[in-house]
């Protein structure tokens, strides 16, 4: 199952036991070495709000308004969850982050990510081009062409960004049906 982080980011957190609303969720915690669901940031509590980390492994499933956790106890302070603290530690973010090619050149920021619940990983980017006043396309850009996620980028491989040419087909010509008189 498919989601952008935009659909994701806002969403209920509810307990499985409980089947109440504890928070919502701030951002998703993305692996740079391997593009791996590490988690989610959740806001708990809906008036003195406080920040808390729950691991992908602890997460049971997503539907349109909430996603399910298996316990309360899942929930950690943001440094207790000790792969989702050095990813936070690192700074790394997927949204915002400048996207460039292995060759050096900037293609522009991700506005969007889509990540795979099902699989547990990053899907797909989706980049606005540098220069927003030219009037392009979105660049599209699958999980299998990152090279790697750094601070303050994201480096991607040339090879994917190249399109595609429409396959000509040669159309064989039928020859003339002969007429036998």
């Known amino acids: 199952m498919i989601r952008l ?3 994701i980011l ?17 951002d998703i915690v993305i692996s740079p070495e391997d593009g791996r669901l590490a988690g989610l ?7 003195k709000e406080k920040l808390k980390a729950v691991a992908e492994k602890d997460m049971l499933g997503l539907n ?24 936070l530690d690192l700074g790394i973010k ?8 292995l060759g050096g050149t900037v293609l ?4 969007d990510y889509s990540v795979d619940f099902k699989l547990g990983k990053l899907s797909r980017l989706y980049v ?30 040339d090879t994917c960004l190249k399109v595609k040419k429409k396959a000509v087909t040669n159309t064989a010509i039928a020859p003339k049906e002969l007429s036998l008189n």
Not at 71 to 86: F, T
């Open 5 to 7: 982080a935009s659909e």
């Open 10 to 26: 806002g969403r209920g957190v509810i307990v499985r036991q409980e089947t109440v609303l504890i928070g919502r969720i701030q």
């Open 41 to 47: 940031i959740i806001k708990e509590g809906f008036g």
């Open 64 to 87: 349109e308004k909430f996603v399910l956790i298996s316990s309360y106890l899942a929930l950690g302070d943001l440094d207790e969850i000790v792969r989702i603290k050095n990813i």
């Open 94 to 101: 997927i949204k915002n982050c400048k996207v460039q090619t």
């Open 108 to 111: 522009g920021k991700t506005v």
């Open 128 to 157: 606005n081009p540098k220069n927003w006043r030219r009037i392009t396309k979105q660049h599209i850009i699958d999980s299998k062409c990152i090279v790697r996620i750094e601070k303050d980028k994201i480096i991607v491989d």
